[in-house]
Protein backbone atom coordinates (compact mmCIF):
# COMPACT_ATOMS: atom_id res chain seq x y z
CA UNK A 1 0.00 0.00 0.00
CA UNK A 2 1.30 3.59 -1.06
CA UNK A 3 2.33 5.12 2.44
CA UNK A 4 0.12 8.04 3.04
CA UNK A 5 -0.31 10.70 6.02
CA UNK A 6 -3.91 10.31 8.02
CA UNK A 7 -5.56 12.84 10.20
CA UNK A 8 -7.22 10.55 12.44
CA UNK A 9 -10.30 12.84 14.07
CA UNK A 10 -11.10 10.85 17.43
CA UNK A 11 -7.78 9.53 17.53
CA UNK A 12 -7.48 9.59 20.72
CA UNK A 13 -10.45 7.12 21.38
CA UNK A 14 -10.81 3.90 21.94
CA UNK A 15 -11.29 3.02 18.56
CA UNK A 16 -9.45 5.84 16.76
CA UNK A 17 -6.16 5.25 18.89
CA UNK A 18 -5.82 1.78 18.08
CA UNK A 19 -6.15 2.59 14.72
CA UNK A 20 -3.78 5.18 14.89
CA UNK A 21 -1.26 2.59 16.07
CA UNK A 22 -1.58 0.32 13.44
CA UNK A 23 -1.46 2.80 10.98
CA UNK A 24 1.98 4.03 12.57
CA UNK A 25 3.11 0.42 12.97
CA UNK A 26 2.13 -0.02 8.90
CA UNK A 27 4.44 3.16 8.06
CA UNK A 28 1.95 5.91 7.95
CA UNK A 29 2.26 9.31 8.66
CA UNK A 30 -0.57 10.32 11.29
CA UNK A 31 -1.91 13.43 12.79
CA UNK A 32 -4.68 13.14 15.76
CA UNK A 33 -7.03 15.44 15.94
CA UNK A 34 -9.24 15.53 19.26
CA UNK A 35 -10.43 17.52 21.79
CA UNK A 36 -9.87 15.34 24.65
CA UNK A 37 -13.43 15.28 25.52
CA UNK A 38 -13.92 11.80 25.96
CA UNK A 39 -10.42 10.63 24.80
CA UNK A 40 -6.99 10.28 26.62
CA UNK A 41 -3.95 11.86 25.72
CA UNK A 42 -1.71 9.14 27.13
CA UNK A 43 -3.34 6.88 24.03
CA UNK A 44 -2.14 8.29 21.44
CA UNK A 45 1.40 7.45 20.51
CA UNK A 46 4.60 9.79 20.58
CA UNK A 47 4.88 9.22 17.14
CA UNK A 48 1.89 10.63 15.65
CA UNK A 49 1.59 14.53 16.03
CA UNK A 50 -1.49 15.65 17.87
CA UNK A 51 -3.38 18.70 17.50
CA UNK A 52 -6.08 19.73 20.36
CA UNK A 53 -8.69 20.87 18.76
CA UNK A 54 -12.62 20.20 17.82
CA UNK A 55 -13.34 19.06 14.62
CA UNK A 56 -15.73 22.06 14.09
CA UNK A 57 -13.03 24.89 14.28
CA UNK A 58 -12.65 25.55 10.13
CA UNK A 59 -9.30 27.68 10.43
CA UNK A 60 -7.64 25.18 12.89
CA UNK A 61 -8.96 21.77 11.02
CA UNK A 62 -7.84 23.46 7.36
CA UNK A 63 -4.24 24.24 8.98
CA UNK A 64 -4.29 20.27 10.48
CA UNK A 65 -4.85 18.51 6.87
CA UNK A 66 -2.13 20.41 4.81
CA UNK A 67 -0.18 17.94 3.11
CA UNK A 68 -2.83 15.16 4.12
CA UNK A 69 -3.78 12.25 1.58
CA UNK A 70 -6.74 11.13 4.05
CA UNK A 71 -9.60 11.55 6.46
CA UNK A 72 -10.46 8.92 9.19
CA UNK A 73 -13.34 10.37 10.67
CA UNK A 74 -14.09 8.90 14.43
CA UNK A 75 -14.92 11.60 16.44
CA UNK A 76 -18.51 11.17 18.36
CA UNK A 77 -20.72 11.11 20.63
CA UNK A 78 -21.68 7.48 20.72
CA UNK A 79 -23.92 6.72 23.63
CA UNK A 80 -27.25 5.83 22.51
CA UNK A 81 -29.35 6.24 25.47
CA UNK A 82 -27.75 9.79 26.23
CA UNK A 83 -28.80 10.42 22.24
CA UNK A 84 -32.45 9.60 23.21
CA UNK A 85 -32.60 12.13 26.26
CA UNK A 86 -30.33 14.89 24.83
CA UNK A 87 -30.16 14.51 21.10
CA UNK A 88 -28.93 18.22 20.93
CA UNK A 89 -25.03 17.55 21.17
CA UNK A 90 -25.52 13.96 19.13
CA UNK A 91 -26.73 16.46 15.68
CA UNK A 92 -24.37 19.23 16.34
CA UNK A 93 -21.48 17.02 16.83
CA UNK A 94 -21.67 13.88 14.58
CA UNK A 95 -23.97 15.38 11.85
CA UNK A 96 -22.92 19.13 11.99
CA UNK A 97 -19.61 18.07 12.78
CA UNK A 98 -18.91 16.44 9.69
CA UNK A 99 -20.26 18.84 7.59
CA UNK A 100 -17.91 20.95 8.72
CA UNK A 101 -14.81 18.60 8.33
CA UNK A 102 -16.18 17.66 4.90
CA UNK A 103 -16.10 21.26 4.21
CA UNK A 104 -12.79 21.98 5.77
CA UNK A 105 -11.79 18.59 3.38
CA UNK A 106 -13.01 19.90 0.43
CA UNK A 107 -11.41 23.63 0.62
CA UNK A 108 -7.32 21.84 1.65
CA UNK A 109 -8.14 19.54 -1.06
CA UNK A 110 -8.31 16.09 0.95
CA UNK A 111 -10.44 13.83 -1.09
CA UNK A 112 -10.42 10.62 0.74
CA UNK A 113 -12.69 9.65 3.32
CA UNK A 114 -13.02 6.53 6.42
CA UNK A 115 -16.00 6.95 8.20
CA UNK A 116 -17.28 5.38 11.53
CA UNK A 117 -20.43 4.50 11.13
CA UNK A 118 -22.59 1.70 12.93
CA UNK A 119 -24.87 -1.19 13.06
CA UNK A 120 -27.28 1.33 14.73
CA UNK A 121 -28.31 2.65 11.45
CA UNK A 122 -30.37 -0.69 10.65
CA UNK A 123 -32.87 -0.06 13.66
CA UNK A 124 -34.48 -3.41 14.25
CA UNK A 125 -33.54 -5.30 11.30
CA UNK A 126 -36.22 -7.57 9.60
CA UNK A 127 -33.55 -10.82 9.30
CA UNK A 128 -31.21 -11.72 11.67
CA UNK A 129 -27.96 -11.80 9.36
CA UNK A 130 -27.87 -8.24 8.37
CA UNK A 131 -26.49 -6.95 5.28
CA UNK A 132 -26.17 -3.92 3.76
CA UNK A 133 -29.10 -4.00 1.05
CA UNK A 134 -31.66 -4.24 4.54
CA UNK A 135 -33.74 -1.07 5.83
CA UNK A 136 -32.22 1.98 7.07
CA UNK A 137 -34.29 2.54 10.07
CA UNK A 138 -32.49 3.93 13.28
CA UNK A 139 -34.54 3.66 16.25
CA UNK A 140 -32.97 6.19 17.96
CA UNK A 141 -30.89 9.63 17.54
CA UNK A 142 -27.62 8.57 17.57
CA UNK A 143 -28.21 6.29 15.07
CA UNK A 144 -30.25 8.86 12.80
CA UNK A 145 -26.93 11.40 13.18
CA UNK A 146 -24.91 8.25 11.67
CA UNK A 147 -26.77 7.77 8.79
CA UNK A 148 -27.50 11.26 8.19
CA UNK A 149 -23.47 11.73 7.97
CA UNK A 150 -23.33 8.37 5.51
CA UNK A 151 -25.79 11.01 3.46
CA UNK A 152 -24.15 13.79 3.46
CA UNK A 153 -20.90 12.28 2.57
CA UNK A 154 -22.32 10.18 -0.40
CA UNK A 155 -23.55 13.76 -1.59
CA UNK A 156 -20.55 14.89 -1.68
CA UNK A 157 -19.06 12.22 -3.18
CA UNK A 158 -21.52 12.74 -5.99
CA UNK A 159 -20.79 16.43 -6.41
CA UNK A 160 -17.48 17.58 -5.14
CA UNK A 161 -14.98 14.68 -5.91
CA UNK A 162 -14.98 12.59 -2.85
CA UNK A 163 -13.51 9.17 -2.44
CA UNK A 164 -15.42 7.76 0.74
CA UNK A 165 -16.13 4.78 2.48
CA UNK A 166 -18.79 4.36 5.93
CA UNK A 167 -17.57 1.39 8.00
CA UNK A 168 -20.38 0.29 9.84
CA UNK A 169 -19.51 -1.43 13.42
CA UNK A 170 -21.49 -3.77 14.89
CA UNK A 171 -20.38 -4.39 18.56
CA UNK A 172 -16.95 -3.35 19.11
CA UNK A 173 -15.13 -5.00 22.26
CA UNK A 174 -11.91 -6.01 22.81
CA UNK A 175 -8.82 -4.11 23.92
CA UNK A 176 -4.90 -4.45 21.99
CA UNK A 177 -3.71 -7.65 21.33
CA UNK A 178 -1.96 -8.48 24.94
CA UNK A 179 -4.23 -5.71 26.42
CA UNK A 180 -1.55 -2.57 26.84
CA UNK A 181 -4.33 -0.61 25.30
CA UNK A 182 -8.83 -0.83 26.05
CA UNK A 183 -11.59 1.38 26.28
CA UNK A 184 -11.65 3.82 28.76
CA UNK A 185 -14.89 5.31 28.89
CA UNK A 186 -16.20 7.20 32.09
CA UNK A 187 -19.83 6.04 31.35
CA UNK A 188 -19.67 2.12 30.53
CA UNK A 189 -22.23 0.81 28.64
CA UNK A 190 -20.89 -2.23 26.53
CA UNK A 191 -21.70 -5.83 27.79
CA UNK A 192 -18.21 -7.06 27.76
CA UNK A 193 -16.87 -4.31 29.65
CA UNK A 194 -19.81 -4.43 32.02
CA UNK A 195 -19.01 -7.71 32.88
CA UNK A 196 -15.95 -7.49 32.91
CA UNK A 197 -16.09 -4.66 35.90
CA UNK A 198 -18.31 -7.21 37.82
CA UNK A 199 -15.40 -9.85 37.51
CA UNK A 200 -13.31 -7.19 38.95
CA UNK A 201 -15.82 -6.37 41.37
CA UNK A 202 -16.33 -2.80 40.50
CA UNK A 203 -19.84 -3.55 39.61
CA UNK A 204 -22.17 -5.48 42.27
CA UNK A 205 -23.49 -7.27 39.37
CA UNK A 206 -24.46 -7.48 35.63
CA UNK A 207 -27.73 -6.60 34.90
CA UNK A 208 -29.51 -9.29 32.15
CA UNK A 209 -32.58 -7.03 30.44
CA UNK A 210 -35.19 -9.67 29.00
CA UNK A 211 -34.16 -13.25 28.98
CA UNK A 212 -37.95 -13.80 27.00
CA UNK A 213 -36.46 -13.42 23.95
CA UNK A 214 -37.13 -15.76 20.79
CA UNK A 215 -33.55 -16.95 20.98
CA UNK A 216 -32.13 -19.84 22.50
CA UNK A 217 -31.63 -19.44 25.55
CA UNK A 218 -33.90 -15.85 25.67
CA UNK A 219 -31.34 -13.35 26.11
CA UNK A 220 -30.43 -11.07 22.95
CA UNK A 221 -27.91 -12.17 20.89
CA UNK A 222 -25.13 -9.86 19.18
CA UNK A 223 -21.96 -9.72 17.32
CA UNK A 224 -18.89 -8.74 18.86
CA UNK A 225 -16.10 -7.48 16.80
CA UNK A 226 -12.65 -7.10 18.12
CA UNK A 227 -11.06 -3.49 18.18
CA UNK A 228 -8.17 -4.74 16.49
CA UNK A 229 -10.19 -6.06 13.33
CA UNK A 230 -11.87 -3.00 13.14
CA UNK A 231 -8.56 -0.99 13.06
CA UNK A 232 -7.59 -3.23 10.44
CA UNK A 233 -10.95 -3.01 8.69
CA UNK A 234 -10.06 1.22 7.80
CA UNK A 235 -6.19 0.14 6.32
CA UNK A 236 -7.98 -1.97 3.89
CA UNK A 237 -10.86 1.04 2.82
CA UNK A 238 -7.67 3.55 2.78
CA UNK A 239 -5.84 0.69 0.44
CA UNK A 240 -9.14 -0.15 -1.58
CA UNK A 241 -9.46 3.41 -2.91
CA UNK A 242 -6.71 2.86 -4.77
CA UNK A 243 -8.95 0.30 -6.27
CA UNK A 244 -11.54 2.83 -7.11
CA UNK A 245 -13.29 1.24 -3.88
CA UNK A 246 -15.63 3.02 -1.64
CA UNK A 247 -19.03 2.74 -0.19
CA UNK A 248 -21.01 0.97 3.66
CA UNK A 249 -20.14 -1.78 4.57
CA UNK A 250 -20.97 -3.93 7.52
CA UNK A 251 -17.90 -5.33 10.00
CA UNK A 252 -18.95 -8.01 12.14
CA UNK A 253 -17.93 -11.56 12.62
CA UNK A 254 -21.43 -13.29 11.22
CA UNK A 255 -21.75 -14.96 14.10
CA UNK A 256 -24.14 -13.99 17.23
CA UNK A 257 -23.40 -14.62 20.98
CA UNK A 258 -26.14 -14.36 23.51
CA UNK A 259 -26.16 -12.22 26.68
CA UNK A 260 -25.37 -15.23 28.40
CA UNK A 261 -22.64 -16.72 26.68
CA UNK A 262 -20.83 -13.90 27.15
CA UNK A 263 -21.21 -13.80 31.08
CA UNK A 264 -20.25 -17.26 30.58
CA UNK A 265 -17.50 -16.61 28.77
CA UNK A 266 -16.08 -13.50 31.05
CA UNK A 267 -16.23 -16.11 34.27
CA UNK A 268 -14.38 -18.60 32.31
CA UNK A 269 -11.69 -16.25 31.21
CA UNK A 270 -11.65 -14.34 34.42
CA UNK A 271 -12.36 -17.25 36.47
CA UNK A 272 -14.57 -14.77 38.64
CA UNK A 273 -17.88 -16.00 38.91
CA UNK A 274 -19.97 -12.47 39.53
CA UNK A 275 -23.36 -12.36 40.22
CA UNK A 276 -26.04 -11.77 37.52
CA UNK A 277 -29.42 -10.32 37.92
CA UNK A 278 -32.31 -10.83 35.38
CA UNK A 279 -34.66 -8.30 34.80
CA UNK A 280 -37.05 -6.85 31.89
CA UNK A 281 -36.44 -6.03 28.57
CA UNK A 282 -35.56 -2.70 27.95
CA UNK A 283 -37.27 -0.76 24.52
CA UNK A 284 -35.66 -0.87 21.60
CA UNK A 285 -33.46 -3.96 21.68
CA UNK A 286 -33.78 -6.58 18.99
CA UNK A 287 -33.36 -9.91 19.48
CA UNK A 288 -30.67 -10.32 16.99
CA UNK A 289 -28.24 -8.05 15.82
CA UNK A 290 -25.58 -10.22 13.12
CA UNK A 291 -23.70 -9.14 10.32
CA UNK A 292 -23.08 -9.93 7.02
CA UNK A 293 -20.10 -9.39 6.15
CA UNK A 294 -19.36 -10.80 2.90
CA UNK A 295 -19.22 -7.28 1.45
CA UNK A 296 -16.20 -6.09 3.03
CA UNK A 297 -14.77 -9.44 2.30
CA UNK A 298 -15.46 -9.20 -1.60
CA UNK A 299 -14.51 -5.73 -1.68
CA UNK A 300 -12.29 -4.34 0.85
CA UNK A 301 -10.40 -7.79 1.11
CA UNK A 302 -11.02 -7.43 4.95
CA UNK A 303 -12.01 -10.40 7.04
CA UNK A 304 -11.53 -10.74 11.03
CA UNK A 305 -8.65 -12.04 12.43
CA UNK A 306 -9.85 -12.52 15.57
CA UNK A 307 -13.19 -13.97 15.61
CA UNK A 308 -13.11 -15.66 18.90
CA UNK A 309 -15.34 -14.75 21.44
CA UNK A 310 -12.85 -16.03 24.06
CA UNK A 311 -9.69 -13.54 22.41
CA UNK A 312 -11.84 -11.05 22.74
CA UNK A 313 -12.49 -11.38 26.20
CA UNK A 314 -8.90 -12.39 26.96
CA UNK A 315 -7.09 -9.16 25.26
CA UNK A 316 -10.47 -6.67 27.32
CA UNK A 317 -9.33 -8.58 30.53
CA UNK A 318 -5.98 -7.90 30.30
CA UNK A 319 -6.67 -4.15 30.13
CA UNK A 320 -8.96 -4.16 32.76
CA UNK A 321 -6.93 -5.94 34.72
CA UNK A 322 -3.52 -3.99 34.44
CA UNK A 323 -5.34 -0.77 33.64
CA UNK A 324 -7.77 -0.26 36.89
CA UNK A 325 -7.45 3.01 36.41
CA UNK A 326 -7.57 3.56 32.62
CA UNK A 327 -5.29 5.78 31.21
CA UNK A 328 -5.58 7.87 34.78
CA UNK A 329 -6.65 11.42 35.06
CA UNK A 330 -3.93 12.65 32.34
CA UNK A 331 -5.67 14.52 30.09
N1 LIG B 1 -17.66 1.73 20.47
C1 LIG B 1 -18.55 1.08 19.70
O1 LIG B 1 -19.07 0.01 20.06
C2 LIG B 1 -18.95 1.67 18.38
C3 LIG B 1 -19.86 0.96 17.59
C4 LIG B 1 -20.22 1.50 16.36
C5 LIG B 1 -19.68 2.70 15.93
N2 LIG B 1 -18.80 3.37 16.72
C6 LIG B 1 -18.27 4.65 16.25
O2 LIG B 1 -16.86 4.60 16.34
C7 LIG B 1 -16.33 5.88 16.62
C8 LIG B 1 -15.36 5.80 17.78
O3 LIG B 1 -16.01 5.25 18.91
P1 LIG B 1 -15.20 5.00 20.27
O4 LIG B 1 -15.88 3.90 20.99
O5 LIG B 1 -13.75 4.91 19.98
O6 LIG B 1 -15.52 6.36 21.03
P2 LIG B 1 -14.59 7.25 21.97
O7 LIG B 1 -15.51 8.13 22.76
O8 LIG B 1 -13.63 6.39 22.72
O9 LIG B 1 -13.77 8.10 20.93
C9 LIG B 1 -14.27 9.28 20.32
C10 LIG B 1 -13.12 10.27 20.29
O10 LIG B 1 -13.55 11.43 19.59
C11 LIG B 1 -13.16 12.60 20.33
N3 LIG B 1 -14.13 13.65 19.96
C12 LIG B 1 -15.47 13.63 20.17
N4 LIG B 1 -16.02 14.76 19.66
C13 LIG B 1 -15.01 15.48 19.11
C14 LIG B 1 -14.95 16.73 18.41
N5 LIG B 1 -16.04 17.47 18.20
N6 LIG B 1 -13.75 17.16 17.98
C15 LIG B 1 -12.63 16.42 18.20
N7 LIG B 1 -12.62 15.25 18.85
C16 LIG B 1 -13.80 14.78 19.30
C17 LIG B 1 -13.18 12.16 21.78
O11 LIG B 1 -12.38 12.94 22.64
C18 LIG B 1 -12.66 10.73 21.67
O12 LIG B 1 -11.25 10.69 21.73
C19 LIG B 1 -17.54 6.80 16.86
O13 LIG B 1 -17.77 7.53 15.69
C20 LIG B 1 -18.67 5.82 17.13
O14 LIG B 1 -19.91 6.35 16.74
C21 LIG B 1 -18.43 2.88 17.93
Redesign the pocket.
Known sequence: MTRSRVLV?????????ETVRLLLEEGHEVVV????????RKAVPEAASFIR????DTPLMIEALAGVDAVF??????EVAESVTDPKPFWW??FV?TLTLLDAMVKAEVFQLVF?????VYGNPPSDLVTEKMPLQPVNP?GES?LSAETLIADYCTAYGLCATSL??????GAAVGGKHG?D?AHKT?LVTLCLEAAARRLPCLTIFGTDYPTPDGTCVRDYIHVADLARAHLAALSAFERGVQGSFNLGNGKGHSVREVVECVQKVTGVDFPVKEVARRPGDPAYLVASSGKALDLLGWKPCFPSLEQIVHDAWEWVRTHPKGYGSDI
Open positions: TGGAGYIGSFDDLSTGHGRISHFAANINNGSSTAAYKRYFNAAAHH
